[in-house]
C-alpha cells in the first residue's frame, strides 16, 4: 500500500516541489495551506489539498483523523531573511508556533516521522567554508533564530515522545521544473534569481545588488545554490531513512560550490543572451559574507546526489519558467 505523507506548506515554492516528486515517486500526498504566500495552482491535483493554518491545533487534528498519515514534510515557515529582521515577531510566531501546534497534533494522532525544512541561516556567519553539518550555531537574522529554535524543539520532542525527524539545512533553494511548468512565484520577489531573470525580461529596468563591500573575492555576497528537485529527492531519500529506523539527524544540503552574486548575474547574461543592467546598492539587512555548504554527511548517509551540478543549469530551469509565466501562476 501507498505511504500517505503531508506536505505542510505544500502550495508553497520548495513544497509545490516536493509534492511533485513524491506523486513522481509513488507516494500519496496530503497538502495542508492556508495560501498566505503559496498558490493553489502550484499544487499538482493528485495531492489532496486542506487548506488552512498548521498553527491551528484543531485544523491539523481533522486533517490527521481523516487521513492516515506516515510521515510529515515541514516546509511552511516564513522565510525572507530581510523581512524577519524587520518583523522578528512574525517569525516567531508562525515558525516556532506553527512547529509547536504541528508537533502535538503529531504526538496526539502518533505520528511519528517528521522531515523539517531548516537553513545555512542558523549558522550566521560561520568560521569555517564550506561549512560542515556540526559547526557552530549564530544566526544574525530572526528567520535562522527561528529555524535553529524550531530543531531544538523536535529534538526534545523526539527524546519525549519519540517523534524521529530528519532537519534539511537548505542553502539557497533556486530552479524550476526542467519543462517550465512550475516555479518560483513570490509577492513580493525577494530572491536573487528571480529578480535578475525579471530584469532580464524588462519587468524591472535595473537590479540592485546589495552591497559590495562584503569580505569575499568580489565584495558581493556568496551563496550555494541547489536545484529545488535534488533538494526534494533529500527529502525523500530522508523519508526512507527515517522509516528504515535510523536516528533523528541533522543535514547540509548544497552543491557545496559558493557564486558571488555578479557571478549569478554573469552566469545569468549567458543563459538569456540579455543585457541585464545592474548597480550597487545599499547592503540589505542580515546577509551573512559567505554561506557555502559541505553536504558530505548527506551525500554519505542519505545517499544523496544533486543531479542539477552547475549554475547554467539551474538558471536555466528558471529562465525557460520565467518565459513561460512571466507573470508566475497568474499566467
Ligand atoms: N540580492 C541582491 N539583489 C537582489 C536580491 C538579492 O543583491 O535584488 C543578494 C542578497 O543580498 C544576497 C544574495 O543576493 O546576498 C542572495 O539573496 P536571496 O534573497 O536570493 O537569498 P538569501 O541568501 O537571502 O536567503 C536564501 C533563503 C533563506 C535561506 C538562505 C540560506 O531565502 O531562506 O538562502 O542561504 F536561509
Do not use: C
Amino acid at each position: 500500500m501507498k505511504q500517505t505523507v503531508m506536505v505542510a506548506g505544500g502550495a508553497g515554492y520548495i513544497g509545490s516541489h516536493m509534492v511533485q516528486q513524491l506523486l513522481d515517486e509513488d507516494y500519496d500526498v496530503v497538502v495542508a495551506d492556508n495560501l498566505s504566500t503559496g498558490h493553489q495552482k502550484a499544487i499538482n491535483p493528485a495531492a489532496r489539498f486542506y487548506e488552512g493554518d498548521t498553527r491551528d491545533k484543531q485544523f491539523l487534528q481533522q486533517v490527521f483523523q481523516k487521513e492516515d498519515i506516515t510521515a510529515v514534510i515541514h516546509m511552511d515557515a516564513f522565510s525572507i531573511v530581510p523581512e524577519s529582521v524587520k518583523d522578528p515577531l512574525k517569525y516567531f510566531d508562525n515558525n516556532v508556533i506553527g512547529m509547536i501546534a504541528l508537533l502535538e497534533a503529531m504526538r496526539d494522532q502518533d505520528i511519528k516521522y517528521l522531515i523539517f525544512s531548516s537553513t545555512a541561516a542558523a549558522f550566521g556567519n560561520p568560521q569555517k567554508t564550506p561549512i560542515p553539518d556540526d559547526a557552530p550555531k549564530d544566526p544574525i537574522n530572526p528567520y535562522g533564530d527561528s529555524k535553529l529554535m524550531m530543531e531544538k524543539i523536535m529534538k526534545w520532542v523526539d527524546q519525549a515522545y519519540g517523534i524521529k525527524y530528519v532537519a534539511l539545512r537548505y542553502f539557497n533553494a533556486a530552479g524550476a521544473m526542467a519543462d517550465g511548468s512550475m516555479g518560483e512565484d513570490h509577492t513580493p520577489e525577494t530572491h536573487l534569481i528571480p529578480i535578475v531573470l525579471k530584469t532580464a525580461i524588462g519587468q524591472q529596468a535595473t537590479l540592485q545588488i546589495y552591497g559590495d563591500d562584503y569580505n569575499t573575492p568580489d565584495g558581493t555576497n556568496v551563496r550555494d545554490y541547489v536545484h529545488i528537485l535534488d533538494l526534494a529527492k533529500a527529502h525523500i531519500l530522508a523519508l526512507k531513512y527515517l522509516i528504515a529506523g535510523n536516528p533523528s539527524d541533522i543535514f547540509n544540503l548544497g552543491s557545496s560550490t559558493g557564486f558571488s552574486v555578479k557571478e549569478i548575474v554573469e552566469a545569468a547574461r549567458k543563459v538569456t543572451g540579455k543585457e541585464i543592467p545592474a548597480k550597487i546598492a545599499p547592503r540589505r539587512d542580515g546577509d551573512p559574507d559567505i554561506l557555502v555548504a559541505d553536504s558530505s554527511r548527506a551525500r554519505k548517509i542519505l545517499g544523496w546526489q544533486p543531479q542539477y551540478d552547475n549554475i547554467h543549469d539551474i538558471v536555466q530551469t528558471a529562465w525557460t519558467w520565467k518565459q513561460k509565466h512571466p507573470n508566475g501562476y497568474n499566467d
